[in-house]
């Protein structure tokens, strides 16, 4: 009785989670039609790929970027990604941009490939930090270790070290 109990209750909680997540994702798609009108494909409009444009301003004239030669963590990526090369705003430096052309995974799939630390977008994400880093000092710059030996582990030194574990990825909010 106690194992069925619990199937319905699992069957149940994952139900509500599925319809959490689509509503979530509604949700996120109808604010960000308003805040970002061109990121959506209208209807009747060419379909783009899924994946977004990634963009960093590099503090390099538009001339000394050749998209034929890109750093090494974007060349990796060959015919995977696009690539967008234009002059910032008010000409402080260029734009540098990149997308995939395949759509990254959605859905569970998606969170699960996040959770992973697999997510596509986040690595591009991370790839185009390290070329922009290339390009401007000419090597990836790393976080020093603690000089002075291991942290303790506290509740804080523990949520340090994965916050500075997942940087390069995702950046720090």
Avoid: F
């Avoid at 989670?17 to 209807?43: D, F, M, N």
């Avoid at 390099?60 to 990604?81: C, F, K, Q, S, V």
């Amino acid at each position: 009785m106690t194992s069925t109990l619990e199937h319905r209750m699992t069957t149940t909680l994952e139900h509500v989670a599925t319809l959490a997540a689509r509503a979530g994702g509604s949700v996120v798609r109808q604010v960000r039609s308003v805040l970002e009108p061109g990121a959506l494909p209208t209807a009747g409009a060419a379909v783009e790929p899924a994946s977004r444009w990634l963009v960093v301003t590099v503090y390099r004239e538009r001339a000394e970027i050749d998209t034929g030669n890109l750093p090494a963590p974007l060349a990796e990526y060959g015919d995977e990604i696009e690539v967008l090369v234009r002059e910032a705003a008010d000409a402080k430096g260029t734009e540098l941009g990149a997308r995939l052309r395949t759509p990254p995974p959605s859905g569970i799939s998606g969170a699960a490939a996040k959770v992973r630390g697999d997510d596509p977008r986040a690595k591009l994400r991370s790839a185009l930090r390290r070329a922009k880093q290339l390009l401007e000092v000419g090597e990836v710059l790393k976080v020093d270790p603690v000089p002075h030996g291991k942290r303790s582990a506290t509740p804080g030194g523990l949520v340090l070290e994965a916050v500075t574990r997942r940087a390069d990825r995702e950046g720090v909010l």
